[in-house]
């Protein structure tokens, strides 16, 4: 969160120093750390502790905001935020919230009774007159179910690394000295406010009985990441599990070349782009070839993270070198998400491509002229013989007759 003096009256706590003692015990002692040495003018760091804390639900948790002793004596605040609220802490009504000064070095901010909305990062901002403001570096709070001794749950898997769109299932087992069947299971995403409940949506499925309970998640998207517990409540007792962290990821495939017009409206040039899925996590390599040799130049490459969380790439490559037919280019993908990069090709075609086509097209014509005339020619000729034939035949049958007659009159008496 940036800091702006000028808001510090009306947005936030403010703790003003005044030289008294500490009515909190600190984890170590800051005055012997802190003391010897002092800040000049231009800059300064602050640091906090603990790093990382787990209370029980209900628990009380002090962090502490440590910065070096200044060379002038000057006025110095200190504010308290949450990582991913817009506003600092103030003291709340219930007194659940307190600031104050812990040294000469150091401030604090103490919260009772935890819940677990209280759970996530909380930074502490120190401001000096006339100069910028320092964050510190932050502390983590978890907030947990304490364990009863009659009461023991085990959750599993531990980790579960998967890809969108796919199901996946947390398994939660408990295991009570009486009766547990009128035991109530419940389940919570880390640094949600809401517990998840049938109902709630419909990738959600829960199941609970015999001393088991499972929690399946449909069709996840990277948005479902996070540390997932179960917890189990019966009468005045109630423990919680170890928690199943879900990494979701997504593969950059498919990959695929296609021609772009080029910007440059260079005579000649090829300009292509190289276009693959949205994926997730970070961390995507794209590398260019040509005819199995490397590219460095020509390469424009974006790379963005979109509103739904995944992150999207893409490549163009202008080569600016005489377009030849049949070079080869390649666009290589890599991500952690693959065990082998995945690659798209492009092969330039025939610069010419009617001519074949127009080859191919005459000679189809003229075979067809050249069958179409010997079809006409053996036409004719059949249709000549058997007129032929016919006329053959016909001299023929005048000749018989003739014959016959004469044979005819010369044998009558």
């Given at each position: 969160?940036?800091?702006?003096?000028?808001k510090?009256?009306?947005?936030?706590?403010?703790?003003?120093?005044?030289?008294?003692?500490?009515?909190?015990?600190?984890?170590?002692d800051?005055?012997?750390?802190?003391?010897?040495?002092?800040?000049?003018?231009?800059?300064f760091?602050?640091?906090?502790?603990?790093?990382?804390?787990?209370?029980?639900?209900?628990?009380?948790?002090?962090?502490?905001?440590?910065?070096?002793?200044?060379?002038?004596?000057?006025?110095?605040?200190?504010?308290?935020?949450?990582?991913?609220?817009?506003?600092?802490?103030?003291?709340?009504?219930?007194?659940?919230?307190?600031?104050?000064?812990?040294?000469?070095?150091?401030?604090?901010f103490?919260?009772?009774?935890?819940?677990?909305?209280?759970?996530g990062?909380?930074?502490?901002?120190?401001?000096?007159?006339?100069?910028?403001?320092?964050?510190?570096?932050?502390?983590?709070?978890?907030?947990?179910v304490?364990?009863?001794?009659?009461?023991?749950?085990?959750?599993?898997?531990?980790?579960?690394?998967?890809?969108?769109?796919?199901?996946?299932?947390?398994?939660?087992?408990?295991?009570?000295?009486?009766?547990?069947?009128?035991?109530?299971?419940?389940?919570?995403?880390?640094?949600?406010?809401?517990?998840?409940?049938?109902?709630?949506?419909?990738?959600?499925?829960?199941?609970?009985?015999?001393?088991?309970?499972?929690?399946?998640?449909?069709?996840?998207?990277?948005?479902?990441?996070?540390?997932?517990?179960?917890?189990?409540?019966?009468?005045?007792?109630?423990?919680?599990?170890?928690?199943?962290?879900?990494?979701?990821?997504?593969l950059?495939?498919?990959?695929?070349?296609?021609?772009?017009?080029?910007?440059?409206?260079?005579?000649?040039?090829l300009?292509?782009?190289c276009?693959?899925?949205?994926?997730?996590?970070?961390?995507?390599?794209?590398?260019?070839?040509?005819?199995?040799?490397?590219?460095?130049?020509?390469?424009?490459?974006?790379?963005?993270?979109?509103?739904?969380g995944?992150?999207?790439?893409?490549?163009?490559?202008?080569?600016a070198q005489?377009?030849?037919?049949?070079?080869v280019?390649?666009?290589?993908?890599?991500?952690?998400?693959?065990?082998?990069?995945?690659?798209?090709?492009?092969?330039?075609?025939?610069?010419?491509?009617?001519?074949?086509?127009?080859?191919?097209?005459?000679?189809r014509?003229?075979?067809t002229?050249?069958?179409?005339?010997?079809?006409i020619?053996?036409?004719?000729?059949?249709?000549?013989?058997?007129?032929?034939?016919?006329?053959?035949?016909?001299?023929?049958?005048?000749?018989?007759?003739?014959?016959?007659?004469?044979?005819?009159?010369?044998?009558?008496?």
């Amino acid at each position: 969160m940036p800091l702006a003096a000028k808001k510090h009256n009306r947005l936030g706590h403010v703790s003003k120093f005044r030289v008294r003692k500490s009515i909190f015990p600190l984890p170590f002692d800051v005055r012997k750390t802190s003391d010897s040495r002092t800040a000049d003018r231009a800059s300064f760091s602050v640091s906090q502790a603990p790093e990382e804390v787990a209370v029980s639900r209900g628990g009380n948790v002090t962090f502490y905001c440590i910065f070096p002793i200044f060379k002038e004596q000057s006025w110095v605040r200190i504010l308290w935020w949450k990582h991913g609220e817009n506003q600092y802490l103030r003291s709340s009504a219930g007194k659940r919230k307190r600031f104050g000064k812990a040294s000469k070095v150091s401030g604090f901010f103490q919260l009772l009774g935890a819940t677990f909305e209280d759970a996530g990062i909380y930074h502490c901002s120190v401001i000096r007159q006339g100069l910028l403001g320092r964050n510190g570096t932050g502390s983590h709070l978890i907030v947990h179910v304490a364990a009863h001794p009659l009461l023991e749950v085990t959750q599993i898997p531990e980790n579960i690394y998967s890809f969108i769109g796919t199901n996946i299932a947390f398994d939660c087992t408990f295991l009570s000295f009486q009766d547990d069947s009128d035991a109530n299971v419940y389940w919570w995403k880390l640094g949600e406010k809401q517990m998840m409940h049938p109902g709630s949506e419909s990738r959600k499925r829960f199941v609970t009985g015999n001393g088991k309970a499972s929690f399946k998640l449909l069709n996840i998207s990277v948005q479902d990441s996070g540390v997932y517990y179960c917890g189990v409540a019966q009468e005045n007792r109630a423990a919680n599990g170890s928690g199943s962290t879900l990494i979701v990821s997504a593969l950059p495939t498919p990959v695929k070349i296609v021609p772009h017009v080029s910007e440059s409206n260079v005579p000649g040039s090829l300009t292509l782009l190289c276009e693959m899925a949205s994926f997730h996590p970070a961390g995507l390599t794209i590398t260019w070839y040509k005819n199995n040799e490397s590219i460095a130049t020509g390469i424009n490459t974006t790379k963005q993270l979109s509103r739904a969380g995944m992150y999207e790439a893409w490549s163009y490559f202008e080569d600016a070198q005489p377009i030849r037919e049949g070079t080869v280019y390649i666009c290589l993908v890599s991500h952690v998400t693959l065990q082998i990069p995945a690659m798209a090709s492009y092969t330039v075609p025939n610069c010419n491509p009617g001519r074949g086509s127009r080859i191919f097209g005459y000679t189809r014509l003229a075979l067809t002229f050249v069958i179409l005339m010997t079809t006409i020619i053996m036409l004719f000729k059949f249709s000549d013989c058997k007129v032929r034939r016919q006329r053959t035949q016909a001299i023929l049958s005048s000749s018989r007759t003739t014959d016959r007659c004469f044979c005819e009159r010369n044998l009558l008496p």
